[in-house]
Every structure is written in structure tokens, then in C-alpha cells.
């Protein structure tokens, strides 16, 4: 069945477009008037995403990030998919604190952040075909 | 994402506003650490008042000019952090290292060693 209003978008993995992907999401879901907490929730997890899939997923090489958001109701619907080099571990890579690039200061809370700012989150990945991540929230009631 | 730079005795503080990101964070490292290097500074001190978004690009930012000063002995400290930062910086444990204060004045003080009340 699909929700009753979605939205897809197409963009090349740059850091440029962090800020656009958040703010492609909180247009699209500003339709359901959520509180300002929510959208900084969604804006959070989105850049969390978006970010590993430019960083990690791309390592710098060429590519397409993909941004899904969908909602039924006032359950908000996110996937965000890249066509890297996936993970091998996801378990590992889930747990806080853990990052495969201390060097570029990275921290290993995307994950996390993730979780925790959102209510369900699941990854799917294939190593050399890319990564897949569902992110799922209920809005409080208007 | 903007930055500001006041300076007192060998405290260096970051005024930042805007966006930290991936994309913003990579500048304020180079520019931060470029500033603490100029003023011969010690001590760091990030005002959030005006930042509107961070991610945890952020958090791996101030981890990194943490352990820069660790080397010099200095301290570093985060003031005026909004509720949804904040809530980034407990749950990364950042806030074991670095404090963050509702006040400038207040993060002033522990960075100088005159801890509050
Ligand atoms: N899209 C992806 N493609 C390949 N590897 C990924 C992807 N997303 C995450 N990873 C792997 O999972 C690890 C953990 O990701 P997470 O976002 O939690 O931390 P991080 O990105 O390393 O650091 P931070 O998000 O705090 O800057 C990464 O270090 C990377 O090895
Ligand atoms: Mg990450």
C-alpha cells in the first residue's frame, strides 16, 4: 500500500547538499505540522544519513545519494540509500562510539543519533552494492 | 555558518552561528586552529548562542581541538547550547570533557581554573 503522500529526490554526494537533503525533509514533512523538536529530530537523523552515505558509502568517489520521505497519518516514513561500498559488520558499525575514520574526526554517535532521535531504524547493506537506511517517527498529534 | 573570534588572556573564544555540519565543520577546524595558534592560546570556549543545527560532525570537531589542548594543559568548555545540542553532547559523553554552561561567564570560569559555586 503506499502512504498517502511521498517524495523522492535524486542528489550527487557532495557535502554541499547536507543542508539541502535536511531542508528537502522538513519541507516535506512541515506539511504535517510538526513541533519544533520534531523537525530538528528529522533534520538530525536525515544529516546523519545523508552524511555517511557521502563520506562513507562514496569515500570521496563519485555518486548519487537517494532521500525518501513518505508519511500515512503521523507516521513519518525516511529512507536514505547510497550505491557505495557498504558495510560489512552492521552490528558494529551501530554501536556508539564506533567509527572506521578516526582520522577525519569522525565520532561514531551518527548511528546513535540516529536511534535515538528517531523511533525505529533498521540497515540494510551489501558490501560493493550500498546501503539502505529506514527511519521511522510518529508525530505527536496537532 | 559564521564565525567570530573574542579573545581573553589565553582563552580563545568561538563565537559560531549558523549550521555545523559535515560541510561547515571542515573551516572551523582550519580557522579555529589557525586562531589558537595566533593568540598562543591555551584554553577553547565554543559559544553555541547562535548555532541553529548540529550534527555529530560537530561532536567530532570539538573532540579534536579537545585533545589539542589536553596537550597544551589547557581546558576547553561549551556554553549556550541549545536543549537539542545539548541532548547530542550527553549522549556522546562529550560533556564528561568538555562542560557545557548556560553562561559564557560561568564557562570562562572553569576554563580559567576559578570554578562557580
Ligand atoms: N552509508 C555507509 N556506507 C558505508 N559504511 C557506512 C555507511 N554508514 C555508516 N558506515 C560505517 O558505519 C560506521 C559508523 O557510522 P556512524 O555514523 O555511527 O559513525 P561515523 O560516521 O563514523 O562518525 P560520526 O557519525 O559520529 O561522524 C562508520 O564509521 C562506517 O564505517
Ligand atoms: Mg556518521
Known amino acids: 500500500m503506499r502512504p498517502e503522500n511521498e517524495a523522492r529526490v535524486f542528489f550527487t554526494a557532495v557535502s554541499e547538499n547536507e543542508s539541502f537533503a535536511r531542508l528537502f525533509a522538513a519541507g516535506f514533512f512541515s506539511q504535517l505540522d510538526p513541533t519544533v523538536s520534531e523537525i530538528t529530530d528529522i533534520k538530525t537523523a ?16 563519485e555518486g548519487m545519494v537517494e532521500l525518501y520521505c513518505a508519511y500515512q497519518e503521523r507516521k ?41 532521535f528517531m523511533e525505529n531504524m533498521r540497515v540494510e547493506s551489501v558490501v560493493g552494492e550500498g546501503t539502505r537506511v529506514y527511519m521511522e517517527k510518529t508525530l505527536s498529534e496537532e | 555558518m559564521e564565525l567570530r573570534f573574542t579573545k581573553r588572556n589565553q582563552t580563545l573564544i568561538a563565537h559560531i552561528s ?5 560541510h561547515t565543520s571542515g573551516e572551523l577546524r582550519l580557522k579555529i586552529d589557525r586562531a589558537l595558534e595566533q ?14 543545527f548540529m550534527d555529530s560532525s560537530g561532536i567530532g570537531m570539538m573532540i579534536g581541538r579537545y585533545k589539542q589542548i589536553q596537550s597544551l594543559g589547557g581546558r576547553v568548555a561549551i556554553a549556550c547550547a541549545s536543549p537539542k545540542v ?17 553562561e559564557l561567564k560561568a564557562a570562562l570560569a572553569y576554563v580559567e581554573g576559578r570554578e562557580a559555586e
Open chain 1, 46 to 61: 536525515v544529516s546523519e544519513a545523508v552524511t555517511n552515505a557521502i563520506i562513507h558509502g562514496y569515500e570521496r568517489r
Open chain 1, 76 to 116: 513519518v516514513y525516511i529512507e536514505v540509500a547510497d550505491q557505495g561500498r557498504g558495510i560489512e559488520d552492521v552490528a558494529q558499525a551501530r554501536e556508539p562510539l564506533y567509527t572506521s575514520k578516526p582520522e577525519l574526526e569522525r565520532s561514531g554517535m551518527g548511528f546513535t543519533i540516529m536511534e535515538t
Open chain 2, 18 to 22: 549558523g549550521e555545523i555540519d559535515h
Open chain 2, 39 to 52: 593568540i598562543s592560546g591555551k584554553n577553547i570556549i565554543f559559544c553555541f548562542r547562535e548555532v541553529t
Open chain 2, 86 to 102: 545539548a541532548d547530542i553532547i550527553a549522549l556522546s559523553g562529550l560533556g564528561r570533557l568538555l562542560p557545557d554552561y548556560d
